[in-house]
């Protein structure tokens, strides 16, 4: 998913929902990289809520995982992307992976 500040309304923001997961265990993680660079970018979260960051990062990619932990029903994640003032700048995450999150047995 990539969000270029250059488009769309002051503070609009993008969605990218994953598809819905059984339950998962408590060492359930997710990992994925992120870039975010220019002054028109606003902020980045997974949601409901599990992390969020905000501001320039430089031009190159960070590496980042989230402990989902023990869910006990379906669930999905949601990725938004939010742009600021300015026109300069974006947003992408890419490589998104799930790691030890079957239940045992």
């Keep these: 998913m990539a969000v270029e500040a250059s488009h769309g309304e002051h503070n609009s923001y993008a969605a990218l929902q994953s598809p819905a997961m ?9 990992e994925f990289y992120y870039h975010m660079f220019g ?12 992390w969020w960051m905000s501001g320039n990062y430089g031009d190159e990619w960070h590496r980042a995982e989230l402990n989902v932990g023990r869910t006990h029903q379906v669930f999905t994640l949601l990725f938004e992307a939010t742009r600021t003032y300015s026109e300069l700048g974006d947003i992408a995450i890419d490589d998104i992976s799930f790691f030890n999150c079957t239940l045992p047995g």
């Design 22 to 30: 059984k339950e998962a265990s408590n060492e359930c993680l997710l």
């Design 39 to 50: 002054e028109g970018i606003g902020e980045l979260k997974v949601r409901t809520p599990l």
